[in-house]
């Protein structure tokens, strides 16, 4: 045991000068997924109990109950600028109710211009060098969810990541991490949900290829290797509270409300040097179990107008509509991509194939 933290030592020591923790590393795992999830504003941390939720909260696994289930889902960003992409398998897989799923995401923008080597060392310009390149962040993750003990009240569900990162022939990236998440149904109906992701910290080992990333132009370098290889992801900690209304015989209504929080100073309403908290909020109304319609409302920013310098809270939108046909749920969302009033909104559409309703 000495001699393995020993090692562990040393290993932090020599990568110390070459490892840095950023705010915003590896965001596609953020975005979602499941037109449901997003139209809700992402308020779905107790309420996403299927394929779609180990990218919210892996505890709700457990809802998968037999058989298995499939989904997929696709959306494009900035009028078809990045593509995003998810398929996910669940199914239960023991007597005591684990399920276990691997799920696949990708974001990618393609066709992006190459213009390193548009001038050469001494100095002309010459447009046939222009060539292209994609830009992919990859991700797979392995999930498991149970019940400790066997307490039907208290789901657990971890999520086990691999990471892969590539920027054309310039650099590409690998890292692996964890999430860890629960839900507890108390005897009053409300469901008290929790998800820490990245709960050891994410760490990307980055490689650089200093010949492809970087040009000479007249004795003067540009575009020179980062010098940080190690990229570390710090944990975030989402929280969720929810309960289901029975209006009448034919709708439900469930409300979701929550907190994001990131450990690092954002532009977040609530922001110090050791947390930032941000509210979120969502609503499903369903007309029996088959109409769905949604909303939700998230990232509340605090951002500071350029023309006066002043400083006003923005917020990102959501809205979506949801059907479901025996084992088949098709589900639409559309969001506000930007802040402040931006016109650049995104579709998503989702779908789950839950073969065990198509056998029932």
């Known amino acids: 045991m000495k001699k393995l933290l020993f090692i562990a030592g040393m290993f932090s020591v020599i990568t110390a000068e070459a490892q840095i923790v950023r705010k915003y590393s590896n965001e596609f795992l953020n975005i979602g997924a499941g037109a449901r999830g997003l139209a809700m504003g992402g308020a779905v941390i107790t309420s996403q109990r299927d394929v779609y939720a180990p990218m919210w909260n892996p505890a709700g696994l457990i809802g998968v109950e037999r058989d298995w289930q499939g989904a997929a889902m696709h959306a494009e960003y900035f009028e078809s600028i990045a593509k995003y992409d998810y398929i996910a398998y669940a199914k239960p897989i023991d007597r005591k109710g684990g399920v276990f799923a691997i799920s696949l995401v990708r974001l990618g923008v393609d066709n992006i211009l190459n213009t390193t080597q548009l001038i050469d060392p001494e100095g002309n310009i010459d447009y046939d060098k222009i060539t292209s390149f994609s830009q992919s962040d990859y991700a797979a993750l392995f999930s498991y969810a149970f019940h400790p003990g066997g307490d039907p009240k208290l789901d657990v569900g971890v999520n086990a990541k691999l990471i892969y990162r590539n920027v054309g022939k310039f650099a590409s990236g690998y890292g692996f991490g964890f999430d860890i998440g629960a839900i507890y149904h108390a005897d009053n109906q409300w469901n008290y949900g929790a998800v820490l992701k990245d709960a050891t910290t994410t760490v990307n080992f980055w490689t650089i290829n200093q010949k492809e990333l970087s040009s000479v132009v007249n004795g003067e370098e540009f575009n020179p290797a980062p010098k940080d290889k190690l990229e570390i992801t710090m944990p975030k900690l989402n929280l969720g509270l929810s309960r289901s209304f029975e209006i009448n015989r034919d709708l439900v209504l469930q409300p979701e409300a929550g907190l994001n929080v990131d450990f690092a100073k954002t532009a977040a309403v609530i922001s110090t040097d050791f947390a930032s908290i941000t ?63 931006s016109n650049f909104y995104s579709n998503f559409f989702s779908l789950k194939l839950d073969i065990g309703d198509f056998r029932n």
């Open 279 to 341: 509210p979120y909020a969502g609503a499903e109304l369903s007309f029996q179990d088959m109409i769905f319609v949604r909303l939700g409302i998230n990232r509340f920013q605090t951002i500071t107008d350029i023309e006066n310098l002043n400083r006003n809270v923005s917020f990102q939108p959501s809205g979506g509509i949801g059907i479901k046909y025996q084992g088949l749920t098709l589900d639409y969302a559309i969001t506000n991509s930007g802040i402040g009033g």
